[in-house]
């Protein structure tokens, strides 16, 4: 029967590569922000992805840092559909190194493509990508499969 995952269906969901969408409350009257991420999920722990600059500042890292707070969410886009969406505070944010990039990258394609994935990113002078960690608080998720996770 359709229903809710478990939290082994959702750690066994997240480890797969789906890409999130990532939403952060907005400013000045505008709605919140969405945004595609890659991310790294630790069963039970934490979540962590970048941004990327490509040598702006962003307007997703300003309304993180002022929000403190982010919800992501994850899905199926065929059947039978999947979701999972954390609800979570960012524990922790900063300069996001090479490596840190790669590990999530390498998540979603070919380590080749990955190193050029980084290393375009880390070829404009003023690139700048932060790296976040959100701990889950509040979790929904639904799987429409006939056993869920």
């Given at each position: 029967?359709?229903?809710?995952?478990?939290?082994?269906?959702?750690?066994?969901?997240?480890?797969?590569?789906?890409?999130?969408?990532?939403?952060?409350?907005?400013a000045d009257g505008r709605p919140p922000l969405s945004s595609p991420v890659f991310y790294h999920y630790e069963p039970g722990g934490d979540?962590?992805?970048?941004?990327?600059?490509?040598?702006?500042?962003?307007?997703?890292?300003?309304?993180?840092?002022?929000?403190?707070?982010?919800?992501?969410?994850?899905?199926?886009?065929?059947?039978?559909?999947?979701?999972?969406?954390?609800?979570?505070?960012?524990?922790?944010?900063?300069?996001?190194?090479?490596?840190?990039?790669?590990?999530?990258?390498?998540?979603?394609?070919?380590?080749?493509?990955?190193?050029?994935?980084?290393?375009?990113?880390?070829?404009?002078?003023?690139?700048?990508?932060?790296?976040?960690?959100?701990?889950?608080?509040?979790?929904?998720?639904?799987?429409?499969?006939?056993?869920?996770a």
């Amino acid at each position: 029967m359709p229903g809710p995952m478990s939290p082994a269906g959702r750690a066994a969901f997240l480890a797969a590569s789906h890409v999130a969408i990532l939403s952060v409350a907005g400013a000045d009257g505008r709605p919140p922000l969405s945004s595609p991420v890659f991310y790294h999920y630790e069963p039970g722990g934490d979540l962590t992805f970048f941004t990327n600059t490509q040598g702006r500042k962003t307007r997703k890292a300003e309304l993180i840092a002022a929000a403190g707070a982010v919800t992501v969410t994850v899905q199926t886009e065929d059947m039978p559909y999947k979701y999972v969406t954390i609800e979570g505070s960012v524990v922790s944010s900063g300069p996001a190194t090479p490596d840190a990039m790669k590990k999530i990258a390498e998540r979603y394609m070919p380590a080749e493509y990955a190193d050029g994935f980084v290393q375009g990113e880390f070829a404009h002078p003023e690139s700048a990508p932060v790296l976040y960690t959100v701990r889950p608080q509040r979790w929904f998720s639904s799987d429409l499969s006939e056993e869920p996770a």
